[in-house]
């Protein structure tokens, strides 16, 4: 019905840049937020950035001047520029869309993809 693909992910230097994108398919009308989580080996996820289908956005303090969130709506797409990559910030980042609603106005739900593994070597 609705699936989230991520790619960009990779192994990285300190210091480093990657962009992460995440593209919705399916019968979609409008999906209210999208966003990044990420989760570290034996640690909880946590939300990384978050942005509204209005631009809105929110960033975990860990990374707030240095990572960007940004979407494109005409494509479901939502991205994650993150620059100035720390050893810290290793994890596997998995997108959501929150709010997915389709052509009729029928509401979908929310939804995950299977995640994309950041590596950043010291």
């Known amino acids: 019905q609705v699936q989230l693909v991520e790619s960009g992910g990779g192994l990285v230097q300190a210091g480093g840049s990657l962009r992460l994108s995440c593209a919705a398919s399916g019968s979609i009308g409008s999906i209210n937020v999208m966003g990044w989580y990420r989760q570290a080996p034996g640690k909880q996820r946590e939300l990384v950035a978050h942005i509204s289908r209005f631009g809105s956005t929110s960033y975990a303090d860990s990374v707030k001047g240095r990572f960007t969130i940004s979407r494109d709506n005409a494509k479901n797409t939502v991205y994650l520029q993150m620059n100035s990559l720390k050893p810290e910030d290793r994890a596997v980042y998995s997108c959501?869309?929150?709010?997915?609603?389709?052509?009729?106005?029928?509401?979908?739900?929310?939804?995950w993809g299977q995640g994309t593994q950041v590596t950043v070597s010291s």
């Open positions: 959501n869309a929150q709010g997915v609603t389709g052509y009729s106005g029928r509401y979908y739900g929310d939804y």
